[in-house]
């Protein structure tokens, strides 16, 4: 399951790209790269509608890759208290026409457990299940732990 750690527009264009790569590649359906797509909203922040398209109790024990265009979306505080495991921090160029367009920043999470919820980082009233709130937001982005 491929998760983007944004508010919409990663999730979106993921779920769109990867649907026209398997439809390219004349793959089966059975891959169905939009089902398998999701927003951060399974880490307790908001996601627009994917909230409401993919329940995270669906998710549960699940492995994950998640993407941001942020080092600090991907920031361990973040993913560990909802995960088995945080994977090491990975950089990928994005290229258009063989020029440098950007860079994304992704991670593989293991054994999601929607029920581990620690923290609140939506600016929402936090559920009755979180016992921390998180230090981050107090933070400068540059001194978030990876």
Not at 61 to 90: N, P, Q, W, Y
Not at 128 to 134: E, L, N, V
Request: glycine share 8%; aromatic share 8%.
């Amino acid at each position: 399951v491929v998760i983007g750690m944004d508010k919409y527009r990663l999730a979106s264009g993921l779920a769109y790209y990867r649907a026209k790569h398997v439809a390219d590649c004349g793959q089966a359906a059975a891959m169905q790269p939009v089902p398998e797509t999701t927003g951060r909203h399974l880490f307790n922040m908001d996601s627009l509608m994917y909230s409401y398209w993919q329940a995270p109790e669906k998710l549960a024990g699940r492995d994950l890759l998640v993407i941001a265009d942020r080092r600090d979306h991907l920031a361990d505080i973040l993913l560990s208290g909802m995960v088995k495991d945080v994977g090491d921090l990975h950089t990928l160029t994005v290229k258009k026409h063989g020029k440098e367009v950007g860079v994304v920043y992704y991670r593989l999470v293991t054994r999601y457990n929607p029920a581990g919820l620690i923290a609140d980082f939506s600016g929402n009233a936090p559920s009755p299940s979180i016992t921390a709130k998180s230090p981050v937001a107090a933070m400068p982005s540059s001194e978030i732990p990876l």
